[in-house]
C-alpha cells in the first residue's frame, strides 16, 4: 500500500508548536520530577522537549505506532512534549490490561471542547464510569440496543432496508454515479432516527440526509479535534483554541436540528410507536425525584453521538468491505452463491437470515480486522498500577494501537491479506481466561466496559446493507481496481482516501 507523506494544516500546527514555544516546554522538561529509580516499560528513543513527536509526524497515527512498535517492542512507554503514553500494540498485552485494570483505565481523558454536542460534557462517550454512566448504559441497552430491544424494533429496520432497496433501484434505472458510504450512511441514521424518534424523524423531509450532512462535517474537523484532545492542557493555557469556532458551528447547527426534531416528539408523542428509547429518556428527564437526572442536552448529546458513531463507523465498514468484495470477484462470487441459497432471487435479505449467512458474516470481521472504524483506542490511567512488572503512572495517556493488533503475524496468518475464511474456522475452545485472551485479538469495537454498545446493532447494519448491494446490484467502476489508499492524518475514522464511488446496475 503506498506511503502518504501529508504535510497539510496539521503538520504545520506541531511544527509550529516546537518551533514558536520552545521556551514553555523547556520549562517543563527540565523542572519536572525525576522517576526516582520506578522502573518504566521500554521506550524508543527520543529527543528533548519533543519527546517521541518526530515519529509521529509522517504518516497516519496508526501506522506510526505499528512501525514503532515493531522495531521497539509491543509494550512501550512514550513522551509527547509533556504527555507520557503507555503503547500497546499485542493482544497479550491488552488482555492483561483489561483483565486486571479495566476499571482503572476506563476514563477516556480530558474533554478538549466542552459544548460540543459530539463528544462533549454532556455525551455519553466521554463520561466517567460513575453512576450516572452505568445508570445510562442500561437505559441504552435495555431500551435500545440490547438484543430483546433491537428484536422489538425489528420491524422497523425491515421497511427503511427495503425503502433503501426501492431508493437504490431507481438510482440504478437512471444510471446516476452513487457514493457507496453516503447512501449507506443516510440509511443507517434513517434507521436509527425512526428506531429513536418514530415518525417525527421524517426519511421524506430528509431529516437523515441533514444529520449526515452534519456527521460528515464533524469528521472532517476531527483532525484538529484530536490535535486538540492530546494537546488540551498546554493549548488551554496558552489560550490556544484550534477551529473551536469552526467545530461549533456546526455543533449549533447540529443541536438546533435535534432540539426541533424533539419538540416535533413531544408535540406527538401519542402518536408514536416503537420508540420506548426516546420514552424512557423524556420520562428520566421529566422525573424530578429521580436519583440520577438527565438534561435536554444530555438526550440531544446521546442522539448526536449515535448519529455520528454509528452513521460514520457503519458507512465506513460498508465502504471498506464493498471495495473489498469488488476487488476480489472470488469472494464476491460465493458470496452471492451463499446468498441466493439462503434467501433466493424473489425476497430481499432480511436479518433474520443473518445467522445462515456465516460468509457474508465473515466477510465484514475481516473487512474490520484489516480496516477497523477505530484503529486506536485513547483512554487514560486514573491510578498508578504495575503492569508486566513496569510502572505506571497516574494521568498516563494509554493508546491500544487496535489496527497492530489485528495485523500482528503472531496472532494471524498472512495478516495483511483479506481472508474471510480465516472466521470461519470453529472457535478455540478453552479455559474462560485463554478465551478472554484469544478475544483481544479481535479489537474492531475496542474492549472492557468501555466497548462499544452498539456491537450488535452495528454488525445487523452492515451486514443487510451488504448483503442488499451484493444481493440485488453490479457496480460500474472507473478503472479495473478500486483504489484502497487510506486516509491520511488523525481521525477519528479509519476510511477510504478516495470516495467509493460506482454506478449500480440491477442484477438480473
Known amino acids: 500500500m503506498t506511503t502518504m507523506v501529508s504535510f497539510d ?104 471542547i466542552d459544548e460540543c454536542i459530539v463528544f462533549g460534557s454532556f455525551g455519553y462517550f466521554r463520561a466517567s464510569c460513575g453512576d450516572d454512566w452505568k445508570f445510562m448504559r442500561k437505559l441504552i441497552m435495555s431500551k435500545a440496543l440490547g438484543p430483546q430491544a433491537l428484536e422489538r424494533s425489528r420491524s422497523i429496520r425491515e421497511l427503511e432496508l427495503e425503502r433503501f432497496h426501492k431508493n437504490l433501484l431507481d438510482k440504478a434505472m437512471k444510471k446516476e454515479t452513487l457514493k457507496i458510504g453516503e447512501e449507506a450512511r443516510i440509511l443507517v441514521n434513517n434507521t436509527l432516527g425512526k428506531m429513536s424518534l418514530g415518525s417525527s424523524f421524517s426519511v421524506e423531509d430528509n431529516d437523515g440526509k441533514k444529520v449526515s450532512e452534519y456527521s460528515i462535517q464533524l469528521a472532517d474537523l476531527s483532525r484538529m479535534f484530536c490535535v486538540e484532545q492530546i494537546f488540551h492542557k498546554p493549548l488551554e493555557k496558552l489560550g490556544i483554541s484550534l477551529l473551536k469556532n469552526e467545530i461549533m458551528q456546526v455543533s449549533n447547527k447540529f443541536e438546533e436540528l435535534l432540539e426541533n426534531i424533539l419538540v416535533n416528539y413531544e408535540e406527538q408523542v401519542d402518536k408514536h410507536q416503537g420508540t420506548e428509547f426516546m420514552d424512557a429518556l423524556l420520562a428520566a428527564y421529566r422525573d424530578e425525584k429521580t436519583k440520577y437526572k438527565i438534561t435536554r442536552n444530555h438526550i440531544k448529546a446521546l442522539l448526536a453521538e449515535l448519529f455520528f458513531g454509528a452513521g460514520e463507523s457503519s458507512s465506513s465498514t460498508t465502504r471498506w468491505a464493498m471495495a473489498e468484495i ?43 480486522r484489516l480496516h477497523p472504524v477505530g484503529a486506536v483506542l485513547p483512554r487514560e490511567f486514573t491510578q498508578d498500577c504495575t503492569i508486566g512488572g513496569f510502572h505506571i503512572s497516574e494521568g498516563t495517556s494509554l493508546v491500544i494501537n487496535a489496527y497492530a493488533v489485528m495485523r500482528d503475524p503472531n496472532s494471524w496468518k498472512d495478516p495483511n491479506e483479506f481472508k ?56 460500474e467502476i472507473k478503472g479495473d481496481k478500486i483504489n484502497m489508499d487510506e486516509g491520511s492524518g488523525l481521525r477519528f475514522f479509519l476510511d477510504l482516501a478516495h470516495p467509493l464511488e460506482c454506478i449500480f446496475i440491477p442484477r438480473k
Open 9 to 112: 494544516f496539521l503538520h504545520c500546527f506541531i511544527f509550529g508548536l516546537i518551533f514558536l514555544f520552545p521556551t514553555l516546554f523547556l520549562f517543563v522538561y527540565f523542572l519536572k520530577k525525576p522517576n526516582n529509580g520506578i522502573d518504566l516499560p521500554p521506550s524508543a528513543p527520543s529527543l528533548p522537549i519533543i519527546g517521541h513527536l518526530h515519529l509521529l509526524l509522517f504518516d497516519s497515527i496508526h501506522k506510526c505506532f505499528q512501525k514503532i512498535s515493531s522495531k521497539y517492542g509491543p509494550f512501550l512507554h512514550l513522551r509527547i512534549f509533556h504527555v507520557p503514553i503507555v503503547l500497546v500494540s499485542s493482544a497479550s498485552a491488552a488482555h492483561e490490561i483489561f483483565n486486571a485494570h479495566d476499571t482503572n483505565v476506563s476514563f477516556r481523558g480530558a474533554i478538549a
Open 326 to 368: 469488488i476487488n476480489n470477484p472470488k469472494i464476491l462470487e460465493r458470496l452471492r452463491e451463499e446468498i441466493d441459497f439462503v434467501v433466493g432471487k424473489s425476497r430481499l435479505i432480511q436479518e433474520t437470515y443473518l445467522p445462515k449467512l456465516p460468509y457474508l458474516q465473515a466477510v465484514v470481521k475481516e473487512s474490520l
Open 420 to 475: 474471510p475464511e480465516r472466521f470461519l474456522a470453529a472457535s478455540i475452545l478453552g479455559q474462560e481466561e485463554d478465551r478472554k485472551e484469544q478475544a483481544m485479538k479481535f479489537l474492531p469495537f475496542g474492549a472492557g466496559r468501555r466497548g462499544c454498545p452498539g456491537l450488535n446493532l452495528g454488525y445487523t447494519l452492515v451486514e443487510t446493507t451488504i448483503g442488499v448491494l451484493v444481493q440485488c446490484f453490479d457496480w
